[in-house]
């Protein structure tokens, strides 16, 4: 399994939490930049956030700025989004990516390892 593998989605109404995870138990990523982007139906896929290799940079989309939270543990080779105050409009495909690299970035075109994707469904 080479691909980081998503858990955590479900059904939340709004102003709840709920904390995404990504983990790969054959495949280290620690050396690399880790990100989230997500994707609701009819919309094309979009960034959410990412950290760098060492956790020392991250990124957020403006729309969730203040709410999520980008982490990653490399000892565990987990990285999680911890997503509070959701919204409607925060429901989605969630998808955990590996970038080339070891820096946050928010090119989707730079993200080499792909999960198969998380729901997350926000109910008003």
């Known amino acids: 399994q080479v691909h980081p593998v998503e858990s955590g989605g479900g059904l939340v109404q709004a102003g709840g939490s709920l904390r995404l995870s990504c983990a790969n138990s054959?495949?280290?990523?620690?050396?690399?930049?880790m990100g989230w982007f997500r994707q609701a139906p009819g919309k094309e896929r979009e960034f959410v956030a990412a950290?760098?290799?060492?956790?020392?940079?991250?990124l957020y989309a403006d729309s969730v700025k203040g709410r999520f939270t980008i982490s990653r543990d490399n000892a565990k080779n987990t990285v999680t989004l911890q997503m509070n105050i959701l919204k409607p409009e925060d429901t989605a495909v969630y998808y955990c990516?590996?970038?080339?690299?070891?820096?946050?970035?928010?090119?989707?075109?730079?993200?080499?390892?792909w999960g198969q994707g998380t729901q997350v469904t926000v109910s008003s």
């Open positions: 990516a590996a970038h080339l690299s070891a820096y946050a970035s928010t090119t989707q075109t730079r993200y080499r390892y």
């Open positions: 054959w495949r280290t990523f620690s050396n690399n930049g």
């Open positions: 950290i760098s290799w060492n956790g020392g940079s991250t």
